[in-house]
T-cell receptor, first 115, second 111 residues
Framework: GAGVSQSPRYKVAKRGQDVALRCDPI?????LFWYQQALGQGPEFLTY????????KSGLPSDRFFAERPEGSVSTLKIQRTQQEDSAVYLC?????????????FGQGTRLTVV | DAKTTQPPSMDCAEGRAANLPCNHS???????VYWYRQIHSQGPQYIIH???NNETNEMASLIITEDRKSSTLILPHATLRDTAVYYC????????????FGDGTTLTVKP
């Protein structure tokens, strides 16, 4: 596709429910990142993939958060037993290479509201 | 992972140049300076990046000081549509996936 695509755009979950957020990166992009953005704050790093390998998951806030990219393309961020503090916009970004001189492009994000 | 410091907010008159500063005093030699902006309810949009030379593209210019400890993003003729939150981040080859965004600068362009 032309850009990074995320679905759904909006998700309302009841507390305790499991959710799955999808990211379709730009075709051919090796690197994929997930960020969490709370209201009024900048994006915060969650995890990073190079192809199918998850190279850094240091930003995941708890073991309820899990991300995968099994075939090195589409990625899914899963949150188990959602809690109210998980309410945020979840952003996905991809870049052609894992290099400092290669820009990352962001999707529109998924706004998760836990009620 | 170098951190950046930006003023929380700035105003600019429509049609005038908007100059947004960023401090990145702990930047290392192989880290690039990137600028993104985010309009409400959208994902961050890439604007420009540079290593040590000044850069210009169709959206903006990036001026990096000689010691690389600070930079300025210049929007030469700001329009109302440039109202957004602007983020300055640094990215290197080893940490390109772990950029720290901070809270950015909210630029308000006024008619």
């Amino acid at each position: 596709g032309a850009g990074v695509s995320q679905s759904p755009r909006y998700k309302v979950a009841k507390r305790g429910q499991d959710v799955a957020l999808r990211c379709d990166p730009i075709s051919g992009h090796v690197s994929l990142f997930w960020y969490q953005q709370a209201l009024g704050q900048g994006p915060e790093f969650l995890t990073y993939f190079q192809n199918e390998a998850q190279l850094d998951k240091s930003g995941l806030p708890s073991d309820r958060f899990f991300a995968e990219r099994p075939e090195g393309s589409v990625s899914t961020l899963k949150i188990q037993r959602t809690q109210q503090e998980d309410s945020a916009v979840y952003l996905c970004a991809s870049s052609l290479q894992q290099r400092g001189d290669t820009e990352a492009f962001f999707g529109q994000g998924t706004r998760l509201t836990v009620v | 992972d170098a951190k950046t410091t930006q003023p929380p907010s700035m105003d600019c008159a429509e049609g005038r140049a908007a100059n947004l500063p960023c401090n990145h005093s702990t930047i290392s030699g192989n880290e690039y300076v990137y600028w993104y902006r985010q309009i409400h309810s959208q994902g961050p949009q890439y604007i420009i990046h540079g290593l040590k030379n000044n850069e210009t593209n169709e959206m903006a210019s990036l001026i990096i000081t000689e010691d690389r400890k600070s930079s300025t993003l210049i929007l030469p003729h700001a329009t109302l549509r440039d109202t957004a939150v602007y983020y300055c981040i640094v990215r290197g080859n080893t940490n390109a996936g772990k950029s720290t965004f901070g809270d950015g600068t909210t630029l308000t362009v006024k008619p």
